[in-house]
Nanobody
């Protein structure tokens, strides 16, 4: 199994920056993809960005392209999300996600979530 623990987040003014970090433990070498999702009040959880383990191929939501950067450190088993030029509409709980392989097939796991609040 894989466990995820997030850190970072907090309150920032519009135009500011924040960095989120997610550390994987358990069996991190089984992870294929890691990513960040977010959920604003009254809205569904949505993809923010993902990154693959082997070639670090990235994928971003259109709303964050050019402002957010996802990166990973396979030696430390961490994935970071650098968020620049933050907007009030980026306010949400941000969740780290990992898709990993088991003998029973692919599984997905989530972190506990971290609040990001952007004031106008």
């Amino acid at each position: 199994q894989v466990q995820l623990v997030e850190s970072g987040g907090g309150l920032v003014q519009a135009g500011g920056s924040l960095r989120l970090s997610c550390a994987a433990s358990g069996n991190p070498f089984s992870i294929n993809v890691m990513g960040w999702y977010r959920q604003a009040p009254g809205k569904e959880r949505e993809l923010v960005a993902t990154i693959t383990r082997v070639v670090s191929s990235t994928n971003y939501a259109d709303s964050v392209k050019g402002r957010f950067t996802i990166s990973r450190d396979n030696a430390k088993n961490t994935v970071d999300l650098q968020m620049n030029s933050l907007k009030p509409e980026d306010t949400a709980v941000y969740y780290c996600n990992a898709v990993y392989q088991t003998t029973f097939g692919a599984r997905t796991t989530w972190g506990q979530g971290t609040q990001v609040t952007v004031s106008s």
